[in-house]
């Protein structure tokens, strides 16, 4: 039986990942992971230990609180945790010994088996990079994703949960700004 990856490159510097990827410090230094972002509601121990934080200091691992039950809402961290990930991947300003090849910081996105909360946030990534004007991202969204995880990246566990797939219809709608001048959600756009 052939094995699952743990990881998977999405994007030049974004992986995909499962919450043992996180904690492996060989599958880590092979991806010249230097950066994470968890969506999950369980802290390993491991990202403590001084051979986790030599290549990914905590400063550098955002910690989204999330479970996969259908009320969860992610769409309210899309915009902050897109641009910790752009933040992330610009060109460093200190030395690090787990750069990407390209010199900049690589970032691996994961939660408990990488198949709806971390593909979900790296979804909303690759829609935000790859379409900046909202209005020229694919209608049949679901399809044209699940299409590029499946064939073009090999992770073929990416299932997002419907609630999850109607977030990122709005905040493809929305132009990636899901709140108002105020700071509040877009009323039109709550069910």
């Known amino acids: 039986m052939e094995e699952i990856p743990s990881i998977c490159k999405?994007?030049?510097?974004?992986?995909?990942?499962?919450?043992?990827?996180?904690?492996?410090?060989?599958?880590?230094?092979?991806n010249k992971i230097s950066c994470i972002v968890s969506v999950t509601t369980v802290f390993q121990p491991e990202w403590e230990s001084p051979e986790t934080t030599a290549m990914v200091p905590l400063a550098r691992h955002?910690?989204?609180?999330?479970?996969?039950n259908p009320a969860m809402d992610l769409l309210g961290h899309f915009d902050h945790i897109c641009?910790?990930?752009?933040?992330?991947?610009?060109?460093p300003t200190s030395e690090n010994d787990c750069l990407g090849d390209?010199?900049?910081?690589?970032?691996?996105?994961?939660?408990?088996?990488?198949?709806?909360?971390?593909p979900t946030i790296c979804i909303a990534y690759l829609l935000r990079k790859k379409y900046p004007d909202s209005t020229k991202a694919p209608n049949n969204l679901r399809d044209k994703m699940l299409q590029e995880f499946w064939v073009n990246k090999g992770w073929e566990r990416t299932w997002p949960q419907k609630n999850f797939w109607e977030q990122l219809k709005v905040w493809v709608a929305t132009g990636y700004d899901p709140w108002d001048d105020n700071g509040d959600f877009k009323k039109e756009y709550m069910t």
């Not at 992986?15 to 599958?27: C, F, H, K, M, N």
């Not at 955002?62 to 996969?68: N, R, T």
């Not at 994961?110 to 709806?116: E, I, K």
Request: proline share 6%.
């Open 10 to 30: 999405i994007l030049p510097n974004l992986y995909l990942g499962t919450a043992a990827a996180s904690i492996d410090v060989e599958t880590l230094r092979a």
């Open 62 to 68: 955002l910690l989204v609180p999330a479970d996969g």
């Open 83 to 91: 641009d910790w990930i752009d933040w992330q991947i610009s060109p």
């Open 102 to 118: 390209d010199g900049n910081n690589n970032v691996l996105v994961h939660c408990q088996g990488g198949v709806s909360r971390s």
